[in-house]
């Protein structure tokens, strides 16, 4: 096929009825891709009422919107979703077609593969072009970040794969920027579903869910009870970030599920990972130590989250957190700042 | 209710140490267990079987070893287990192992309910159990935290998605990931020890699943590792001593934080 090559595309996932900023680091993502291949870079938009949302692609370095705006398309039906996506792709075939390692990703790709008999690589770290083969190259962490593997499509297209959340920033936007948006129908066997949405419970935690936080403060067993643990929170509000934590105190109660980083957890990238009482066994830090910057605090000198701290403290942090939390007295930062 | 549950062998975690020298990981001599997270699954079936009543057949796919988790799933309440099990399977990737695994329960029975976990704890794609259930033409769903309901050939049940939890219905037969909120495994017990070692376990193999073998394990897998590496992950930090020196410590977090703009100029004044 090296002649007739399609173009590189990325799926736009829609959070509340707008386009979520995961769907812009997709795109600085497809940009590379796109300009290394020397085709188009598209995005594809599947929601209702989405149809006049999707100038912020154009602007973040998608050439082309392809929009789906149906009422069928609301809320996220697996069978309906993915009879759309396969008629889009059959009819403009892409080369590439990456999404998000959302939950909404990792269970849109799966499907949608198995349907296009091609291969899917799971929540990538890294993507380029091979220079020689014009190869998409997946690279992925494995066996908790133990391992990082790279990964090819060869013979079978289009080449799909989903990208971890914050692997990479979204373009500064340009709102000179121009595209072209092809609004395409929903074919009605596309649109029918079997699957009905009855509600959603938003849970009331602090900050954003942590796969999406710039910031998180983790604790472990060492924040020794729930009341300490309350300590997190604080700084974690104030700083405009999340509260995150290790499996131990998930099975204490101190910090819901959806909190825990790791291995049986959640894969975590902020920009800063402030890991308090925390020991660092490896099943922790195959969930974290993909973040920028590390801060731990922790009693004993030979804890091993030491080792992949940028900044280690080796303290009491009831002491220490504290501290911290004056630092910044009336609650600052990006989202406390708003609040003042 | 009718329902299968399928389990993958990984690598024990608990074991994976790293080389203090090298920061890699060391692989010799580890052992093998039940894929931690495939824990639950056993453990929703088994519960709905408690509720509802019916049968769980065990299915994984690996190599002949994978009878040893199959086993450990018996003991703690499943009634039979079939291995899928063949050189030809060698190499497969999601998709590869996923078609084998769909023609491997389709071999073992009708199904309702077919559970999985939320991902393997050596691949980790997560991608197994919904390409089964598509491949099935099962109702999918992945990050499920609770069943609400069974009835009438309706499933109801909440899914744990970024920033909260979604409940969702769908027809039966269904193909449940579950996440480990779900529930809290249970241990073996001895009586269900003996059970499983009165069960046989049947071996499916390329042949009994009438699958071409163009479509079978490395041959039949549309993506290639072209590489691995092994990734150092120690940084070289500054470590504090908040005995010798407190302000210090807290002083470089500040600066940090300041710089990443998560603290604003005008507090550090007012300091
Ligand atoms: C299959 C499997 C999967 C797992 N998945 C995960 C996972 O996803 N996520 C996860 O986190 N774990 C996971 N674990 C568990 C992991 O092995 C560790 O048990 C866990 O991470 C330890 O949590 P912790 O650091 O809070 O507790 P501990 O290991 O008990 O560490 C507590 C730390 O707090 C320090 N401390 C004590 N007092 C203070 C103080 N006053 N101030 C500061 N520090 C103090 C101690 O020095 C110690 O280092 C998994 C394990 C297995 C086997
Ligand atoms: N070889 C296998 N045999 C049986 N079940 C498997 C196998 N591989 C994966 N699974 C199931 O699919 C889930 C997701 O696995 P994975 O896609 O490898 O992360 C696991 O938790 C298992 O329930």
């Known amino acids: 096929m090296p002649n007739s090559r399609g173009d590189v595309w990325t799926l736009a996932e829609v959070r509340d009825g707008a386009i979520h900023s995961v769907s812009w680091e997709l795109l600085a993502w497809g940009r590379k891709l796109a300009d290394k291949l020397g085709s188009r870079l598209a995005s594809v938009v599947l929601g209702s009422g989405v149809a006049d949302k999707t100038d912020s692609l154009i602007h973040h370095g998608a050439d082309v919107v392809y929009v789906v705006d149906e009422p069928e398309l609301a809320t996220y039906r697996p069978d309906a979703y993915n009879a759309v996506l396969v008629s889009l792709v059959k009819e403009y075939k892409p080369e590439i077609f990456i999404a998000s390692a959302t939950t909404t990703g990792r269970t849109v790709m799966p499907v949608l593969y198995v349907d296009l008999e091609t291969g899917l690589t799971a929540d990538c770290t890294g993507l380029d072009i091979d220079p020689e083969t014009k190869l998409l190259l997946q690279t992925r962490p494995a066996i908790g970040g133990n391992v990082m593997a790279d990964i090819r499509t060869p013979n079978t297209r289009p080449q799909m794969c989903t990208v971890r959340p914050r692997s990479k920033r979204p373009l500064a936007p340009d709102a000179n920027r121009r595209g072209e948006v092809i609004v395409k129908r929903g074919a009605a066997a596309d649109l029918a579903s079997i699957y009905q949405f009855l509600s959603f419970d938003r849970e009331k935690a602090v900050g954003l869910p942590i796969q999406d936080a710039e910031i998180i403060v983790a604790g472990g067993k060492g924040m020794k009870n729930p009341k300490n643990f309350a300590l997190l929170e604080e700084l974690a509000r104030r700083l405009g970030g999340s509260v995150g934590a290790s499996r131990q105190a998930v099975d204490l109660s101190w910090a819901p599920y959806s909190a825990q980083v790791g291995l049986s957890g959640k894969s975590v990238t902020p920009k800063i990972y402030i890991a308090c009482g925390i020991s660092g066994a490896v099943q922790h830090l195959a969930g974290m130590s993909a973040a920028d910057t590390v801060i731990a605090i922790n009693t004993d000198p030979d804890a091993p989250i030491f080792r992949v701290a940028d900044i280690g403290i080796i303290g009491n942090a009831m002491e220490i957190v504290p501290k911290l939390i004056d630092m910044c007295p009336g609650g600052c930062g990006r989202k406390g700042g708003e609040a003042r | ?271």
Request: glycine share 10%; with cysteine.
């Open chain 2, 1 to 271: 209710m009718r329902m299968a549950v399928l389990i993958k062998q990984v690598p024990a975690t608990e074991n994976i140490k790293i080389d203090e020298k090298t920061g890699t990981m060391i692989r010799e001599g580890v052992e093998a267990e039940l894929n931690p997270l495939d824990l639950h699954a056993v453990e929703e079936a088994v519960r709905l079987k408690e509720r509802l009543g019916g049968e769980i057949t065990v299915i994984s796919m690996g190599p002949p070893a994978a009878r040893r988790a199959i086993a450990s799933a018996i003991a703690m309440g499943c009634d039979r287990g079939f291995l899928i099990s063949d050189r030809k399977f060698a190499g497969s990737d999601t998709l590869a192992t996923s078609l084998t695994l769909a023609a491997g329960v389709r071999k073992a029975g009708e199904f309702d309910l077919i559970f999985a976990g939320e991902r393997a704890t050596d691949g980790e794609t997560g991608q197994v159990g919904p390409a089964v259930g598509r491949y099935l033409g099962a109702s999918v769903f992945t990050y499920v935290s609770k069943v609400a309901s069974v009835e009438g050939g309706r499933i109801v049940l909440e899914r744990a998605v970024e920033g909260g939890h979604e409940t969702v219905a769908a027809p039966l037969p269904a193909l449940l990931c579950v996440v480990k909120e779900i529930n809290t495994p249970r241990l073996c017990t001895l009586a269900g020890k003996m059970r499983a070692r009165r069960t046989e376990i049947p071996l499916l193999d390329a042949a009994s699943l009438g699958i071409p073998d163009a479509k079978l394990g490395l041959g039949g897998s549309p993506t290639k590792v072209v590489r691995v590496m092994y990734p150092q992950i120690t940084r070289n930090g500054k470590i504090f001593s908040a005995a010798d020196d407190p302000d210090g410590a807290v002083r470089a977090v500040f600066d940090l934080l300041r710089e990443h703009g998560a603290i604003e100029e005008a507090t550090s004044d007012a300091e």
